[in-house]
């Protein structure tokens, strides 16, 4: 089965740390560059961060640099987004994004 399944998400206080991650399955997940979307409430979706399939390369959101690291294990079939000095304005739902496939999505909270 073609998947993607985020896990990580939760409530932390502004300043905290949280480690979101991604398993796939289903499709050969070292040939893809996968990526992190979120979905503020009210707002549209958006880029936080990309890799290529080797790791080699990453980009991030201009909200987002600094803070936020992605990362991925090839054997493992994992993505993961490091989220460093949390602000409020990143409460979003987070999706990751692979090849045409967008998984179930996980809820971060910041808030005091």
């Known amino acids: 089965q073609v998947q993607l399944v985020e896990s990580g998400g939760g409530l932390v206080q502004p300043g905290g740390s949280l480690r979101l991650s991604c398993v796939a399955s289903g499709f050969t997940f070292r040939r893809f560059a996968m990526s992190w979307h979120r979905q503020p409430p009210g707002k549209e979706r958006e880029l936080v961060a990309g890799i290529t399939p080797d790791g080699g390369s990453t980009n991030y959101a201009d909200s987002v640099k600094g803070r936020f690291t992605i990362s991925r294990d090839n054997a493992k079939n994992t993505v993961t987004l490091q989220m460093n000095s949390l602000k409020p304005e990143d409460t979003a739902v987070y999706y990751c994004?692979?090849?045409?496939?967008w998984g179930q999505g996980t809820q971060v909270t910041v808030s005091s």
């Open positions: 994004y692979g090849p045409g496939l």
